[in-house]
């Protein structure tokens, strides 16, 4: 099994990050010998900071990423996936709404692909942000062509050259992260799958997806994604 490293963005999740990382610390040294988790604190204004300091006493594999201030959801996964220096690398979110466990259905898979994504066939969450996921997945869709289904669960698997191609092109920080790192993948030839995974309810802790300045940062991102696109296209045209 090659080396993996867990990565887990977290923003004010005092209540879920513990549990967080005994499963994930239980999970990856399941299937790997080498292996690191790797958290990143997104500005929080509670305790996750310390607890996760706290769990790293007790499991060494740990490490804490710490942003000073907020800066967006994709800032931080940016911020775990560049630090991390495993072969594979995982991600997911750190509000306990998937199984780790379920990691070993996308492991099989990355043998044969360069990127693993999961989708919830069934999302555990409010109706609005149902309809928000699915409405974003189509918008994205139309913009720029199909990537994967389920554009922002956070549960996937890819190989490191993945991450140093793509990594370095990102410009999104905000919700949008997820979509560019899916569009530029593509576009520079790496292969896809895809595997259902297990949603959960959140069991603690607050969702900050659908406040209406991620939401406006997340479409001017998007948009802002489309016209750098273009000029990119328009440049290598004008060089050929």
Known sequence: MPSISGVMPAYNEEANI????????????????DYEIIVVDDGSKDNTAKVVMEKAASFPKVRLIRHERNKGYGAAVYS????????????????????????????????????????????????????????????????????????????????REVMEKVAPQIRSFGATFSAEFLIRAKRAGFKFKEVPVTHLPRPAGKQTGARLDVIARAFKELFILRWRLWKEALGRSEAR
């Open 18 to 33: 513990g549990p967080m990382i005994e499963e994930m610390d239980r999970v990856l040294s399941s299937v790997s010998e």
């Open 80 to 159: 775990g996936i560049t630090a991390a220096t495993k072969e594979l690398i995982f991600f997911t979110d750190s509000d306990r709404q998937f199984k780790l466990e379920e990691l070993r259905k996308l492991l099989p898979l990355i043998e044969h692909a360069d990127l693993v994504a999961g989708y919830r066939p069934r999302r555990m969450d409010p109706w609005y942000r149902v309809l928000f996921g699915w409405g974003w997945s189509f918008l994205v869709t139309v913009l720029f062509g199909y990537t994967v289904r389920d554009i922002d669960c956070a549960f996937k698997l890819f190989k």
